[in-house]
C-alpha cells in the first residue's frame, strides 16, 4: 500500500509518500517561519492563506520526487488536528478532495500520534512498549506506548508547554520568532551558574509538568537589568538547564514507574542538542536506551503522517467524506489497532 500524507496543522506545510514494502518514498516541508517573524509568532489566518498556496504544487512535486503518479496512491492521510483550525482545514480539503476524485480511501491523523510514530521511520526503530517524551511548542507529556493508538498519558503540562516557555524567553531576550533554537544557540556561550532557575515540580510526586512559573523567573530576573551579550548568552543557558534538567528528571522517573527501558523523544524540542545529550547519559546510566527521529522528523513534517496513516489503513480503518479538523483532541481517544 502506497499513501500520500499531508501535514498543515500550524505552520509548516508538507507533503510525503510513504510504501508499505519500500519505505518512504519522498518528503516535502515548507516553513513559513519568514512570514511570521514579523509579527513574533504564528498569525493564523496567514497561516491558513499561505497553506492554500503551497499545498498542491507541493503535492505534485513530491508525488514526481517519489516516481509516482495518481493511480499508485492506495490512500491519503491527512493531519486532521490537534492544530489551526484554519490550517487543518486546508489539508483536509484537500485530502478530501483528491481521495473522493481519485477513489481511495482518506483517513484523519492525530498529529501527536504521528509525532510518537515518527522514529518508527528511522532505520532502528525502537521496540515495544516503550515511554515517549512528545515535547514541542505547543505539548509537553509522557506517554507509555504499547501498540499503535494504545496510549496512556502519564503525565503533561498544567500550564505552558516547554517550547512555549523557550519561545517567550526568547522573545524577553530579544531573539525574535521562533526563539527557541535562537535561545539554545546563544545557550552555548553562556557561562555557569550566573543565574540560578527553579526545576519546576521536581520536588514533588508525579510525571506532570509546569513551565510558567519557570518564565515568570525569567522576567524577574530581567527586571531592572540591562543586559550586555555575555549576561543574555548566561541568562540562556541557565534557563535551558533548568527546562532540560526537569525534563531529564521527568522522563527517567517514568521509565521507572512504568518499567520500560525504551524512551522514544519527540517533537520539535526534541532535536535540542543539550536534551539529547543529557537524555542519552541519564538513560545509559540506568540502562536504557533512548530512540529519536532525525532532526527532520522531530518538527511537523508528512513523513509521519504518511505513516501513522499507512499503519492505519493497512489495519482496514477509514475515514468518512467529512472533513475532520480538531483544535483540541485527546490523545487517549484514539482506537487501538492490531498488527
Not at 185 to 214: N, Y
Not at 237 to 258: M, P, Q
Not at 318 to 338: F, K, N, S, V, Y
Request: hydrophobic share 45%; proline share 6%.
Amino acid at each position: 500500500m502506497r499513501v500520500l500524507g499531508i501535514e498543515s496543522s500550524c505552520d509548516e506545510t508538507a507533503v510525503a509518500v510513504y510504501d508499505g514494502a519500500r519505505g518512504l518514498l519522498a518528503h516535502e516541508v515548507f516553513s513559513q517561519f519568514d512570514l511570521h517573524r514579523a509579527w513574533g509568532g504564528v498569525v493564523p489566518e496567514l497561516a491558513a492563506r499561505d497553506h492554500i498556496q503551497k499545498l498542491l504544487p507541493m503535492l505534485r512535486a513530491t508525488l514526481e520526487s517519489a516516481g509516482s503518479s495518481r493511480e499508485d496512491i492506495n490512500g491519503i492521510a491527512y493531519t486532521a488536528g490537534p492544530g489551526l483550525i484554519g490550517a487543518l482545514m486546508v489539508g483536509g480539503s484537500v485530502a478530501e478532495s483528491l481521495a473522493y476524485a481519485w477513489g481511495v480511501p482518506v483517513i484523519g491523523i492525530h498529529h501527536m500520534e504521528g509525532h510518537l510514530l515518527a522514529p518508527m521511520l528511522e532505520p532502528d526503530p525502537p521496540p515495544l512498549p516503550f515511554v515517549a517524551l512528545l515535547v514541542s511548542g505547543g505539548h509537553t507529556m509522557l506517554v507509555e506506548v504499547t501498540g499503535i493508538g494504545r496510549y496512556k498519558i502519564l503525565g503533561e503540562s498544567l500550564d505552558d508547554a516547554a517550547g512555549e516557555a523557550f519561545d517567550k524567553t526568547a522573545k524577553l531576550l530579544g531573539l525574535g520568532y521562533p526563539g527557541g533554537a535562537a535561545l539554545a544557540e546563544l545557550a552555548q556561550r553562556g557561562r555557569a551558574g550566573v543565574f540560578q532557575f527553579p526545576r519546576p515540580m521536581m520536588d514533588r510526586p508525579g510525571l506532570d509538568f509546569s513551565f510558567s512559573g519557570l518564565k515568570t523567573a525569567a522576567v524577574v530576573a530581567l527586571r531592572n537589568r540591562e543586559l550586555d551579550d555575555q549576561g543574555r548568552a548566561d541568562l540562556a543557558r541557565a534557563f535551558e538547564e533548568a527546562i532540560v534538567d526537569t525534563l531529564v528528571g521527568k522522563a527517567l522517573r517514568a521509565l521507572e514507574y512504568t518499567g520500560h527501558d525504551a524512551l522514544v523523544i519527540a517533537g520539535g524540542v526534541g532535536a535540542n542538542r543539550k536534551l539529547r545529550a543529557d537524555l542519552a547519559r541519564a538513560a545509559e546510566a540506568r540502562g536504557a536506551r533512548v530512540y529519536y527521529p532525525r532532526p527532520g522528523f522531530c518538527t511537523d513534517n508528512a513523513a509521519m503522517i504518511a505513516y501513522a496513516g499507512y499503519r492505519r489503513l493497512a489495519a482496514g480503518e477509514r475515514g468518512g467524506q467529512a472533513i475532520r479538523a480538531r483544535p483540541r483532541w485527546p490523545l487517549d481517544e484514539l482506537t487501538p489497532i492490531d498488527g
